[in-house]
């Protein structure tokens, strides 16, 4: 049976390394890490530059995986608010994250994004998000990426 671990907190993140040394799989919870990492209410400041930056060290392709690949095993998941983000999707997936958990409502939206985009262009728009200083600067240039890809509309279910 594989045994994972949440990484809720900025020491689990800083630890990544070590601490996939003895499980199978991270999955990291946006909503407490953010609120920790930033002393911010749980829900806010999710493109905050420190956000973009905690998320690789968790990664799948960053980390050391100690057991081989096995079923579900060795993989870097994310559960919380972010998760079903369509904004946030193009990078989390470029950063190495292969699992998204999210409300039902949210699957076919995100589904429908992840098959409409090529991985070459997550990885690119990863590197890109890693390189900005500001909230809005991320979020300017997710949205002027989601235009470019005409997948914009996918917004329209958060309004």
Request: net charge positive.
């Amino acid at each position: 049976m594989p045994i994972g671990i949440m990484i809720e907190v900025p020491a689990a993140v800083w630890l990544a390394p070590r601490l996939i040394e003895e499980v199978d799989f991270f999955s990291i919870g946006t909503n407490d890490l953010i609120q920790y990492l930033l002393a911010v209410d749980r829900n806010n400041s999710r493109w905050h530059r420190s956000t973009s930056r905690c998320i690789p060290p968790c990664s799948a392709r960053s980390a050391r995986w100690r057991r081989p690949p096995r079923t579900r095993a060795s993989s870097v998941g994310m559960c919380g608010e972010m998760a079903s983000d369509p904004l946030a999707t193009l990078p989390l997936l470029g950063m190495g994250l292969d699992d998204l958990s999210m409300g039902p409502f949210f699957v076919p939206v995100i589904k429908r994004f992840i098959r409409s985009v090529p991985f070459s262009l997550a990885e690119e728009v990863a590197r890109d998000v890693r390189t900005l200083s500001t909230a809005k600067e991320i979020k300017g240039y997710l949205f002027s990426r989601l235009k470019e890809l005409g997948v914009i509309e996918l917004m329209d279910i958060y309004h």
